[in-house]
């Protein structure tokens, strides 16, 4: 019994993180993480200074 609590609130949580990702790129946000993201230099094109993944 205990397994399936574990394995409910782990599915729970990894459900509600890809719901948060999925209404985060549909509002355009371009690094989610980023604080700045829907300010971010990379939403034109260049670089953002807060983003871990400068390309």
Not at 21 to 32: D, F, L, Q, T
Not at 41 to 53: L, N, R
Request: with cysteine; glycine share 12%.
């Amino acid at each position: 019994m205990t397994n399936f609590i574990i394995a409910a609130v782990v599915l729970i949580l990894v459900g509600a993180a890809v719901l948060y990702i999925r209404k985060e790129k549909k509002h355009g946000a371009v690094c989610i993480g980023c604080p700045s993201s829907c300010s971010c230099g990379k939403k034109q094109g260049g670089g953002c200074s807060s983003c871990h993944d400068k390309e």
